[in-house]
């Protein structure tokens, strides 16, 4: 988060997961328990991202094209919703303006976090015409 002070201001909330119960109860229980959390903080006034599974892939060029596109039409917050070990309940992602996916891969919703942020820190560089790692 360090890396991207210079370009954005960001803040992490993190939610408890939700509790499904016994071994025999259903996984959608504790989604939508999650999920109403999570309608809690997204604002009605920032662009939505939703990273899931099964969202759509974007190069980071791509990416980068995405947000400053954003920030040209004057949308300048953005909330990103990552979801825990279940994922996220049909509401969140459908209330989400992009559902995305950082990866065919599978990873905790700790490392997605933070390989968001480095992709963040890689598209201002983008827009900015920096050097960047590639």
Known sequence: MIRL????????IELQEGKSGEKDSSTSAALSEEAEEIEKYI???AHSIV???DGKKM????LAYYFERLMIEGKSKLDFIIGG???LASSIKKRG???LSLSDLTFP???ARLILLEQLYRCFKIIRGEPYHK
Do not use: F, Q, T
């Not at 002070?5 to 992490?12: L, Q, W």
């Not at 190069?59 to 791509?62: I, K, L, Q, T």
């Open 5 to 12: 002070k210079p370009y954005a201001r960001i803040s992490v």
């Open 43 to 45: 604002r009605n006034d």
């Open 51 to 53: 990273l899931a599974a």
């Open 59 to 62: 190069r980071s060029e791509e």
């Open 85 to 87: 070990p279940n994922g």
């Open 97 to 99: 303006d992009l559902c």
């Open 109 to 111: 919703h700790r490392l």
